[in-house]
């Protein structure tokens, strides 16, 4: 550690570090432009200029670029200092008049009209040497650099023309300082998987995710995505999350595991899976920009979300009117019959967030609404009075007429058709169960109902446990239902595990089936038709075996096996004969 002062004040670091970086972490302002934290420091832009008053090199000199050492002593804004940042914040401002962050930057040295010629007032360039360095240094593409000399000076890709080079990684247009650069998309369809922009290529999957823990997205990652592209050749690619973390958690190398566990209970808890409103061709959605699901438009309303929280068209204008159609995709005979539970109340909440900020008409196209849960109803009653609309009628379509969109639907009150003109339109979807569920219904044994959700073994008295002993259901993969609900029934289903766990020792059914050895001639018919997965084959003796544990004796591979030997224990045929006589002899008068 070294000992220094910075105005004053006495401060310790670590050798190697750089008087700016000391000085943000203190709290001390510094003015930048060139620095990034990402990127190796280079003083181009001169504005970090500090005095070294006791040191090594005495004078004028660039925070950035300066190390600090014992006894160092300096001043940020000394009168030396003030001069030559009015120098430089005078030659910024003449070059690019109208950037905001220069603007604010010259006022606060007194510097309010450009002090020298405006060749072209448009200019937002800076020539700062960010993207220049973040496109060689970091994503090691090399599609731009610095060309000319002088007064001609600028930053472009090679002879100012298209480049394949460039991967479209965005890193110089996150590191400029001024917003110089933008990315035009040759195809506006490369955003049509992501109507509300592109995402983070590392990110929390969602806030409540547990364990929060960040995940890299490697389609999206500069790394991943230079490794790919050059066939390893370039595998140290960017790495600026890594340069960041403060407790290096960021591991490149790391691989997806399948391990074998052995585990005494199953909580299947898969969740569900959004609904796709472009299977509806009549909303509009993926063909009007502004025709949005409610999972978008809580993205959209969020803020980390795009707009910061603010809600804005496609064009970025405030919507003056909003339509909410209720159950897309649920209570409807071309998706699914069910209801989904959660989109009236969800819509109702969306509904209320628009209102409150945009201060525009808000359409509550609706069903039924079913305002089932504690304080629903309630809720309910407070959107009517804050002034949303609730017109009781299914959306039947919607249009774009002049520029704007159009909603038909039928107000079956007054039993009329209405079109309604809005600005943006959101689809209220449901839930679907997993395109794997059936997959996974294999995989433990367990049933699925007509709707596609995991079958519980009873509707009212064992709501979470399956006909599979030791696998227990949790959350919207048995059945669509909002977050009380799922938290709820989650903790039963962890509570049974654990009863299980603590029993140390499970009584099982002899209710069982049972193969006779002997007489097995290995046709795997069984095998295939359980459906508890209780019956595997033996390799060794070529002989199907009944795992007791697993069986829960219901009978199908009884009936099903082509030679009849199958036994199902306390149910054979002398057994159930010797019943029926019990049943019918006559007593002894």
């Known amino acids: 550690m070294v000992t220094f002062k910075i105005n004053g004040q006495t401060l310790q670091a670590e050798e190697g570090q750089t008087i700016l970086e000391v000085a943000r972490r203190s709290g001390i302002d510094i003015p ?28 004028l000199h660039t925070a950035c670029t300066y190390p600090v050492e014992e006894g160092l002593e300096v001043q940020t804004h000394s009168p030396r200092v003030i001069e030559a940042r009015k120098v430089i914040l005078g030659l910024l401002l003449s070059r690019t008049p109208n950037v905001p962050l220069i603007q604010d930057m010259a006022r606060e040295y007194g510097i309010t009209e450009p002090p020298f010629p405006t060749e072209n007032p448009e200019e937002k360039c800076v020539l700062c040497g960010r993207c220049v360095r973040a496109c060689h240094e970091m994503v090691k593409a090399g599609a731009i650099n610095f060309a000319n000399r002088g007064l001609d000076r600028r930053v472009g890709p090679p002879f100012m023309q298209k480049t394949r080079v460039c991967i479209g990684c965005g890193a110089c247009t996150i590191v400029c300082p001024t917003g110089a650069i933008e990315i035009v998309l040759k195809q506006a369809a490369e955003y049509l998987a992501k109507p509300l922009g592109p995402t983070a290529a590392i990110y929390v999957p969602f806030p409540q995710a547990i364990p929060r823990v960040p995940v890299i997205d490697t389609d999206a990652c500069i790394r991943f995505r230079q490794n790919d592209r050059t066939e390893g050749e370039i595998s140290d690619a960017c790495g600026a999350c890594a340069m960041v973390c403060e407790g290096g958690a960021i591991n490149f190398e790391q691989q997806e595991e399948i391990l074998e566990l052995d585990v005494g209970a199953i909580i299947v808890a898969t969740g569900f899976e959004r609904p796709n409103p472009g299977l509806l061709p009549q909303y509009g959605y993926g063909k009007y920009p502004d025709v949005l699901d409610s999972m978008e438009f809580e993205r959209l309303s969020n803020a980390a979300g795009p707009t910061k929280g603010q809600i804005l068209t496609s064009d970025g204008r405030v919507p003056k009117a909003i339509a909410f159609i209720h159950c897309v995709g649920s209570r409807d005979e071309h998706a699914n019959r069910y209801c989904s539970r959660v989109c009236c109340m969800h819509a109702m909440k969306q509904a209320h967030i628009a209102k409150e900020r ?10 039924d609404i079913r305002a089932f849960g504690k304080g629903y109803e309630e809720f309910y009653e407070r959107v009517q009075r804050e002034g949303i609309i609730f017109i009781r009628g299914r959306g039947a379509e919607v249009v774009q007429v002049g520029g704007r969109l159009v909603v038909k639907a039928e107000d079956t009150g007054i039993g009329r058709p209405l079109i309604l003109p809005v600005d943006m339109v959101v689809l209220c979807t449901g839930m679907n169960p997993p395109h794997d569920a059936e997959q996974v219904a294999r995989t433990f044994g367990i049933s699925r109902s007509a709707d596609g959700f995991f079958m519980e073994d009873h509707p009212k008295l064992r709501p979470f446990q399956t006909a599979t002993e030791g696998v227990f259901l949790a959350g919207t993969c048995q059945a669509p239902r909002d977050v009380p609900d799922t938290v709820a029934h989650a903790a039963a289903a962890a509570a049974e595990a654990l009863k299980l766990l603590s029993r140390g020792e499970v009584v099982i059914s002899p209710q069982t089936a049972y193969i006779p050895a002997e007489l097995c001639s290995g046709c795997r018919v069984c095998n295939a038709l359980c459906p508890y997965n209780a019956i595997s084959f033996d390799e060794e003796r070529k002989v199907s075996v009944v795992n007791d544990a697993l069986c829960k004796g219901c009978g199908t591979c009884v009936a099903a096996c082509p030679s009849g030997i199958i036994v199902a224990r306390h149910f054979t045929d002398e057994q159930i004969l010797v019943q029926i006589e019990a049943l019918l002899r006559t007593p002894a008068s």
Not at 358 to 367: I, K, P, Q, R, S
């Open 32 to 59: 930048t432009l060139c620095y990034h934290p990402v990127l190796p420091p280079d003083g181009s832009c001169r504005l970090c200029t500090v005095e070294i008053l006791a040191g090594s090199r005495p004078g």
């Open 358 to 367: 945009t201060g525009a008409d808000v359409y509550e196209l609706y069903m």
